[in-house]
Each structure stands twice: as structure tokens, then as C-alpha cells.
């Protein structure tokens, strides 16, 4: 029996992924960085150059970060595009989101010295239009406001869903069922706002998944960016009942009559 697994033999990957850049994010990234857990986080370039701010519901400031420390705090973990504004998207023309998505890129680039290729969409519109223009800057995926409560790893990258936001009743109960799960190539993709975690008390909880998640073998804590690259590696595999033919340029991983294997890029596993 043939299975595919994510790269050190791993059976399933973790992800959390969390917008706009804000001040609980030192606090998320420490907890992240405690447990060995690897974030995305999708950031506006202008409203942090201009400090912006606003007031939650609860009464809450909720502040974005600086860039100098932005530059800092989230090195080993992935940097994404959220647009610069954090704009209304279906209120703007084709130029204007051109606009939104080449700044951020672009400044988020300089202040990271890194290619952005991932992007997250700021609030909940999203439209064909908005899918052109996110390919034409050059982002390799998009992440959308949409749970798929599904641990089955998804093939359209220019409109991913999270597996779960953090405030959903069912967030615990879905991070027991993904440690049990034997879906192949499972996924569990926690999305929300760090504010988030102080509005309604929900460090202790999220702390619980993040530790329990540490502590199982079989998952391997990813980047977004890691999983699509990886994802999309895996599905030029070509596999028979005799052979395993990676057409990739990085390793694949299988299982093979329960014997971890290793596929080279370019290369193939006769058996």
C-alpha cells in the first residue's frame, strides 16, 4: 500500500495563518516559537507605516505594529500580502487593486528581503476579478475568509480555505478529530486576528491546541507557502503498483507496506 506523506515522513501538516499585523501578534509569535509551531501572517504595509488604529467593540485599542518591529519578530515564519489598505475590495477597480497589491507586495519585499508570494484577503469579498489580478502581481496563492472545516488538502490555490477560524464553538473539538484523523496529506489551517485572543479571552485555548499539536510526532508544523509548494510538488507524482516517479524539484515522501521512503527530485522508487 502506497501513501503519501509531507516531507520527514510526516502523516499531516499544521499551519496557523493571521492577519493584519497588530500588537498581540509578539505575544501569538512567542507562543508560536515556544512550541516549534510555524505561522503565516498577513500584513498591511501602509497602515503600519502610518501606525494606524482602531477601536474594537470591547473597547479595546487594537494597534498595528511598527515595521522596524515587524522585521524582527516574525523571522522564521512566513510574511504575506493582506493588501496595503485593508480595503472594501469590491468597491475598486481593476487598477486600484493592482495598486493595493503591488504596494504591499512591494514594500513588504524591501522591508523583508524576501519574494511575498502569498496573499489574504481582507474581509469577505472576493471575485474573479480580484483572482486576475492577485496571478497577475505574481502571488502564488490566495487565501480567502471562508472555512472549509475539512481536513483534505486543496488543489485550487487561488482560493484557499482555512480549515477553521479560531473563534468558531467547534475550534477544539475540530483540533481532536485532526489528531485523529487518517485522511491523506491531511491539513489543519487555524485562521483569525491575535486581537482576537484578548477580546475574548482565548490565549489559555489556543495555547491547549498549540501544545498538543507540539507534542504529536506524526504532524509537521508548515508555512502556507511551504504547503502549496509542497502540495503542488505532490501532485506531479506518478505512481503505480511498481513505481514511484517524482517530477518535481524537491523530495517527496511516501509510505510504502507501512517503510518510510524518501523520492529524490527528478528521480523514481522502483519496488
Not at 510555524?38 to 487594537?62: D, I, P, Q
Not at 483534505?152 to 467547534?170: G, S
Not at 506531479?236 to 503498483?241: G, H, Q, R, S, V
Request: aromatic residues 12%; charged residues 30%; negative net charge.
Amino acid at each position: 500500500m502506497i501513501r503519501k506523506l509531507y516531507p520527514c515522513g510526516k502523516k499531516k501538516a499544521f499551519n496557523v495563518t493571521y492577519d493584519d499585523g497588530v500588537l498581540q501578534d509578539v505575544r501569538f509569535v512567542e507562543l508560536l516559537n515556544k512550541y516549534g509551531i510555524k505561522g503565516t501572517f498577513n500584513l498591511n504595509s501602509a497602515l503600519m507605516e502610518n501606525g494606524f488604529e482602531w477601536t474594537h467593540e470591547s473597547g479595546l485599542v487594537v494597534k498595528r505594529l511598527k515595521m522596524e518591529d515587524a522585521a524582527v519578530l516574525y523571522e522564521g515564519h512566513e510574511v504575506a500580502s493582506h493588501t496595503a489598505t485593508h480595503p472594501f475590495m469590491d468597491s475598486l477597480t481593476k487598477e486600484e487593486i493592482i495598486r493595493e497589491l503591488i504596494g504591499d507586495k512591494s514594500s513588504l519585499e524591501a522591508l523583508f528581503s524576501q519574494e511575498i508570494r502569498g496573499f489574504a484577503v481582507p474581509f469577505d469579498y472576493y471575485s474573479g476579478l480580484i483572482e486576475q489580478c492577485v496571478k497577475e502581481c505574481g502571488f502564488e496563492y490566495a487565501r480567502i475568509s471562508e472555512e472549509s472545516l475539512s481536513f483534505r488538502p486543496q488543489d485550487d490555490y487561488y482560493k484557499l480555505k482555512a480549515t477553521v477560524f479560531h473563534l468558531d464553538l467547534a475550534l477544539e473539538e475540530m483540533a481532536d478529530k485532526f489528531i485523529d484523523t487518517h485522511e491523506e496529506l491531511a491539513v489543519f489551517q487555524i485562521v483569525g486576528h491575535t486581537y482576537d485572543l484578548d477580546t475574548e479571552n482565548k490565549w489559555d485555548a489556543i495555547e491547549n491546541i498549540l501544545r498538543k499539536i507540539s507534542s504529536r510526532g506524526d504532524i509537521l508544523p508548515m508555512t502556507t507557502i511551504e504547503i502549496v509548494d509542497y502540495l503542488g510538488a505532490m501532485s506531479k507524482a506518478e505512481i503505480t503498483d511498481r513505481c514511484i516517479l517524482n517530477c518535481s524539484d524537491r523530495s517527496l515522501w511516501f509510505s510504502v507496506d507501512d517503510a518510510v521512503h524518501e523520492v529524490s527530485p527528478y528521480s523514481s522508487m522502483d519496488f
